[in-house]
């Protein structure tokens, strides 16, 4: 196999040659592989923010780290009715991501309970009456928060069920700007199916309290990592190893290749991907379809946009 190649390329060359970018508007990015200095099951205050922007999370509950977790990675243990972690910057203010905004939610984390309204990870309100958006765990159910009571759910109800102790990674995407009800600008994915696929099969994405038909006006929230709410105790039973917010709503492409690599990552059996995507990686995710180029390879440190892009040579 030949060597790695360092390439340099402006945003006009990355488009003349087919490349898509996920990373480009990519807001935070945790994973619990990069925590330091926390020996297993101690706890953890500080979460770093990959992203290049400087949004760390911090809690002042009790989650632990976990050596062994989803795939034999790092995890983030967090127990019901603890407190999550929460970023040091405010969404709207800092990346526009407010309103009717887009934006995409990528988590990876496996319940190990079900219980009643508890967060796995949201751009959480700052007060005590949620005005964010969020994925819940509502005992057997999946919940998408949306504000002001226009949660969705997976139905039929307990619909979640099969995926306790199960690792999965969730995409949550809001299509924004176009005014349209919440249940018709939210997208789901569960380790690549849609619902109604594979997995899902028989499982639709319903509005539970309203008819779900206001558009969204999301708060100028933080990021929660393990809870929705930034005050008052919220977190789920669980680990989470990643998760990432993008202030776009990924492409289906985009979508495919986050979760290819994903379940590569962390050994979660995942949908097929379409035949042609390959990928290759800078920062956190760049991805591009380039004949040769056989696996996804990360590297860290890098802002999101960064144009130092090494190039995975063919065998």
């Given amino acids: 196999m030949q060597g790695f190649r360092s390439i340099f390329m402006t945003s006009a060359m990355l488009a003349l040659a087919g490349w898509t970018t996920a990373q480009a508007d990519l807001v935070s990015h945790y994973d619990a592989g990069t925590i330091t200095g926390a020996s297993d099951l101690a706890p953890v205050n500080l979460w770093k923010d990959l992203s290049g922007n400087g949004n760390d999370a911090t809690s002042t509950g009790t989650p632990r780290y976990l050596v062994d977790g989803i795939g034999g990675r790092p995890s983030v243990l967090f127990n019901r009715g603890d407190q999550g972690f929460v970023s040091s910057l405010l969404l709207g203010s800092q990346f526009g991501i407010q309103g009717d905004a887009s934006w995409s939610m990528v988590a990876v984390f496996r319940p190990t309970s079900f219980s009643t ?23 057997a159910n999946l919940d998408l928060a949306l504000g002001h009571g226009d949660d969705l759910r997976l139905r039929p109800d307990g619909s979640f069920s099969p995926f306790l102790n199960q690792d999965v990674i969730v995409i949550f995407s809001h299509i924004g700007g176009t005014g349209g009800s919440v249940l018709s ?122 144009r130092d892009v090494r190039e995975l040579g063919s065998a």
């Avoid at 309204?117 to 005992?139: R, S």
Wanted: no cysteine; aromatic share 8%.
């Fill in 117 to 139: 309204q508890y967060g796995v990870a949201a751009m959480g309100w700052l007060g005590t009456t949620f005005h964010g958006v969020g994925i819940e765990m509502d005992g």
């Fill in 185 to 306: 600008t939210t997208e789901l994915m569960i380790n690549g199916y849609r619902p109604g696929e594979g997995i899902l099969s028989g499982i639709a994405l319903q509005a539970l309290r309203t008819a779900g038909s206001t558009p969204l006006n999301l708060a100028n929230n933080p990021v929660v990592l393990g809870g929705a709410l930034v005050a008052g105790n919220s977190s789920f039973d669980g680990l989470l190893s990643e998760f990432s917010l993008y202030n776009h709503a990924l492409s289906t492409a985009e979508k495919y290749r986050v979760v290819s690599s994903l379940g590569e990552k962390y050994g979660i059996s995942v949908v097929p991907e379409p035949a042609g995507i390959v990928h290759l990686a800078t920062g956190v995710f760049l991805f591009a379809a380039v004949s040769g180029v056989q696996t996804l390879r990360r590297f860290g440190g890098k802002r999101a946009g960064a």
